[in-house]
């Protein structure tokens, strides 16, 4: 792929560092992995000094973009986004392609023969905005919503190619297909012993030193639960809530919550667990970023 960095004309690391001294330290102290990506994440609506004079012409400001191509029916946008605005949806998609951008843009090179996933894409929220983004590569989206993935063939086949997945593994794919791999608001949702199993598939059909970003919901948005929920998320470090069902999905469906410290042993069985940012998608959820070893210990 492409320098990465050329995405965002006149952006200068080292100017940005410089200029903003506690964005050093953040990059330092494992927060952002680059200055980059706390500009993509942040900066870049925070008139921060160093930001750039302007942006190649095809990146419009997120909170200005309108996707042009076809748009889901509002249930399908309200099944991934907890509503049906349009605007809002867009936004979010946009912005979460900004954050896995900024997060890989300095370790992970792409090229014309490259293989992204998108794992548990939805109706393309994300990886529409995500390809038009990085361009090159070749492009899947996967989900166990069969209502959207009919609708991502029928109009997102530019993007990508889209396959139903069952609840459990496997996938349809060989051993070490993918180059990188993201999946978005899937791990806040599962069950531990189906995180566990869908860790161990990724982790196959993604190549030796490929990555995989993944999300969680991290301790700062653990609700002020009940004295009992909240001693257990402090001893294991994981919780999964269950609540109401969302429409069209199924009932396992839920709320998990993750600590760094249970990421980093736990997680570690299938990946290297190279950052951890938090609140790194849409300032919300923390953003895991993994690498499958090239050889096992």
């Not at 809002?88 to 997060?103: D, Q």
């Not at 090179?109 to 994300?126: I, N, P």
Request: hydrophobic share 40%; glycine share 10%; aromatic share 12%.
């Amino acid at each position: 792929m492409s320098d990465m960095k050329s995405a965002i004309e006149g952006f200068d690391e080292a100017a940005y560092l410089k200029l903003n001294p506690d964005i050093r330290a953040a990059v330092d102290e494992g927060i952002f992995s680059s200055g980059l990506a706390h500009y993509v994440a942040h900066g870049r609506n925070e008139n921060r000094p160093g930001t750039p004079a302007k942006r190649m012409t095809q990146l419009h400001d997120a909170r200005e973009f309108r996707f042009t191509g076809p748009v889901p029916p509002e249930a399908l946008r309200r099944r991934v986004h907890g509503n049906g605005d349009l605007a809002s949806f867009e936004t979010i998609g946009k912005i979460v392609s900004y954050n896995i951008y900024g997060a890989i843009h300095a370790t992970l090179e792409l090229s014309a023969e490259s293989r992204v996933l998108d794992f548990g894409c939805g109706c393309g929220r994300v990886l529409r905005y995500f390809h038009e983004l990085l361009g090159t590569g070749t492009y899947y989206g996967t989900d166990i919503d069969e209502e959207a993935i009919t609708w991502c063939q029928s109009h997102l086949s530019g993007v990508g190619t889209f396959l139903a997945n069952q609840e459990w593994p496997p996938l349809p794919f060989e051993d070490g297909f993918f180059d990188f791999i993201f999946s978005i608001s899937i791990f806040t949702h599962l069950p531990e012993v189906m995180q566990f199993a869908w860790l161990e598939e990724l982790r196959r059909v993604t190549r030796p030193g490929g990555y995989l970003l993944l999300t969680t919901h991290g301790e700062e948005l653990f609700p002020n639960a009940s004295r009992e929920a909240g001693e257990q998320f402090r001893t294991a470090g994981f919780f999964y809530s269950v609540g109401t069902v969302t429409d069209g999905l199924p009932d396992f469906y839920q709320t998990a919550y993750h600590a760094n410290s249970y990421i980093e042993a736990r997680w570690s069985r299938f990946f290297e667990i190279k950052n951890i940012i938090k609140k790194g998608i849409a300032n919300n959820q923390d953003l895991i970023l993994c690498r499958r070893p090239i050889a096992s210990a």
